[in-house]
């Protein structure tokens, strides 16, 4: 073996062993964002996605009008956001106005609330390309298969989280508020 075979050996080695590390400790460094399908994802009109009239650009007294004083508030001081929580379902805010909703298998009440295209947990992800379409993404977040959907013109984006084929979370948030501040 030459001295230079030796040390190309080595390096591919120690990457090799870096990649493992942070994949048994949960941090997939091919793990894709939202973002990196933005350009390649065809864009859907998701305008008409609200819970119970609360929309994305919403108010904040308008979430507490409709569904009251929250169970939780959690506040996230470095981006000057909160997450108001109520039973199934969790709204953030950021200057007075909702950037993200976010739909989740936590509570019985959960499925209560749908999207617009009356897609709620439990509900299979053939249900959900039915009713949104073909033009989606896929990708892993945090151990659940995920379909996304962007509306490009309104700045919004909707994901459901699968676990074995059927619908535990949906997440509708404005695109580019984490890239933004």
């Given at each position: 073996m030459h001295k230079n075979e030796g040390i190309i050996l080595r390096i591919n080695l120690k990457i090799s062993t870096v990649i493992m590390f942070l994949i048994l400790i949960g941090c997939d460094p091919l793990a894709k964002e939202t973002m990196d399908f933005?350009?390649?994802?065809?864009?859907?009109?998701?305008?008409?996605?609200?819970?119970?009239?609360?929309?994305?650009n919403s108010s904040e007294g308008d979430v507490i009008n409709t569904f009251g004083k929250p169970n939780e508030v959690e506040k996230i001081e470095d981006t000057k956001s909160k997450y108001l929580s109520y039973d199934g379902v969790e709204f953030g805010v950021e200057d007075e106005e909702v950037i993200r909703f976010f739909i989740r298998r936590t509570h019985e009440s959960s499925t209560i609330y749908q999207t617009a295209k009356e897609i709620k947990i439990g509900d299979t992800k053939e249900k959900v390309m039915k009713e949104y379409g073909e033009n989606y993404y896929e990708r892993v977040e945090s151990g659940?298969?995920?379909?996304?959907?962007?509306?490009?013109?309104?700045?919004?984006?909707?994901?459901?989280?699968?676990?074995?084929?059927?619908?535990?979370?949906?997440?509708?948030?404005?695109?580019?508020?984490?890239e933004d501040h």
């Open positions: 933005y350009e390649s994802t065809e864009s859907i009109d998701l305008s008409d996605e609200n819970i119970h009239s609360i929309s994305i659940l298969d995920t379909v996304g959907y962007f509306d490009k013109g309104n700045r919004i984006n909707i994901e459901f989280g699968f676990n074995e084929n059927e619908v535990i979370a949906v997440i509708i948030e404005q695109i580019g508020w984490k």
